[in-house]
């Protein structure tokens, strides 16, 4: 368990060479659970990114793996113009995930978007979207647990956690979630809800996506009737789980709306990045948005990705889902 300790340090200071990096013993790493979940208030290190968090509520969110083989798997092509891959012929297993806040010092080095959960704005201010930093979501295997001393002091930096937490000498972990949290947690449970995880490897490059439903809004246009558009955000983590590093070039997605149109967008790399997956640094994440006059809709594609061999293919996104629900997500309560 010490090697894996350094493991992940060595790795985030690896990240940080270019800045000043001052080593300083954080607590104590503790057994990881493999049944159960874990509490709230409970410390830990991302597995994969690095980063220093706390745990804030669970998830279970339904995994749709398609690297695990199905019995009777009958599925149809794209090419044969099925969109019946998109639906349920892969069997959702349930897993857990947690809402956490990231340390606001270790936000400048993580290769993911810090600001992972986004909501609409009001109805006065229907086309915008607002985003929470140092908040992400993480799978149960992806949780490093460790304990500190006991102090009083806040052993992660964010400024919604002391609004969040409140210390508890008494309890294991000695974090306990305060009213603020709940109240948060139950009033905007709709636009945070995290249900359904897809997941596919390609050539050792494996893709996770977590669709969101944001809500919709109705959009008035000049001379025109009132449209309601639906959103949604979406996750994407890349992990190379190789040795031979390789480099996102392009980006191929294809955006099918049940009111029956089909788009397709290509483009150079993802949010104005070609990021690069090697053994010291395998994973980068980040998320997106897209909306639809339909209230649901699917989207499947390809990243074009580079070895560094000079060997090209390209790395499937699995296809997912957009569905809306009948509850309206509000606005943020105002606590931020």
Known sequence: M??????????????????????????????????GKYDTGQLFLHRVFGYRGV??????????DRDIPNKNDNLKSEENGSFNHVGREVKGRT?????????????????????????????????????????????????????????????????LFERFLKFEPDTDPPLGATDTLKHWQNKNHPWLELSDVHKETTENIRVTVIPFYMGCREIQAANLQPTTVHWWRYCIRLENLGELTVQLRERHWRIFSLSG????????????????????????QYSSHVSFQAPSGHMWGTFRMEREDGYFFDCRIPPFSLESRQEEPNSPSGII
């Open 2 to 35: 010490k090697s894996q300790f350094n493991f992940i340090w060595k790795g985030f200071i690896q990240q940080t060479r270019f800045f000043s990096v001052r080593m300083a013993e954080i607590g104590k790493l503790e057994p990881p659970k493999m049944q």
């Open 261 to 284: 149109t089909l788009e397709t967008v290509r483009g150079r790399g993802v949010v104005g990045q070609e990021p690069i997956l090697s053994s010291g640094q395998p994973a980068f």
């Open 55 to 64: 745990l804030l509520f669970p998830w279970q969110a339904r995994v749709f």
């Open 95 to 159: 897993h857990t995930y947690y809402q956490v806040l990231i340390d606001s010092r270790d936000c400048p080095y993580i290769r993911a978007q810090t600001e992972a959960v986004t909501f609409l704005g009001s109805a006065e201010n229907s086309r915008s979207l607002y985003a929470i930093p140092g908040l992400d979501y993480v799978a149960h295997e992806d949780i490093l647990p460790f304990s500190t001393t006991g102090s009083e002091k806040p052993a992660i930096h964010h400024e």
